[in-house]
């Protein structure tokens, strides 16, 4: 059996501050800033490979806290197994966890006029939480060693090769999310089916190009310095005509 003691990586604190807004319909409109916080502190250890009988143990784990075991190998699909309430003073079972075979997605980013989209990039994620294509760089801890999350198993993110291609593989079981963005190319997702285990499956992004909006700003009153403009979507709600 694989025996490891837990190599802990450095814990994130995660503090989300409140506003009156969080007191209920209506007390938004005060906009007062409360003594309030909502805080989650993340763990995780560095991973142990398992022996030839597929067996594993991480010893050193902390007491108290409920952890997920998140599970990888190279074509099948990853596997969380948890929440396992660690007690202090005995051993916690896992239990036994069974991969099934991944399977792969081929993208093809085009415009709206059916030329490909070089250098894009595409993240697929399962649809159940699914990461946009900005925020997959938070899900990849250090040193390779995967994010404290564990969303880093369930992720898959490439670049777009000249031709608008990217190839993703050991996708998790599943429909999933596919993201695009880039430069020139307004940010896009799309609903993908799950394939068969171990089979393929190829898919057609259609993204929109971005455009340029030019003016000039002038006073009455004489010359101004460089002033900042910059773009809001307008909605139901907008300030201004």
Known sequence: MSSSPALLLRPVTVTVPATSANLGPGFDCLGLALGLRNELVLHATAPVLTDDAGKFRIAGLAPGVAWRLVVEADGRSSATVGPIDVAGGRDEPAGLVRLVAAWALDVRVVDATGAPVPGARVVASPATQPVDAVGVAGAVGPDGAGGLSGADAFVRAATTDTDGWVHLRDLAEGDHQVAAEGKGIVATTALVPEAAPGSSRSFRLDVA???????????????LPPVRVRAVVRDGASFGT
Request: with cysteine; proline share 0%; glycine share 14%.
């Open 209 to 223: 190009r971005t455009v340029a909006c030019e003016g000039r700003v002038e006073a009455v009153d004489g010359r």
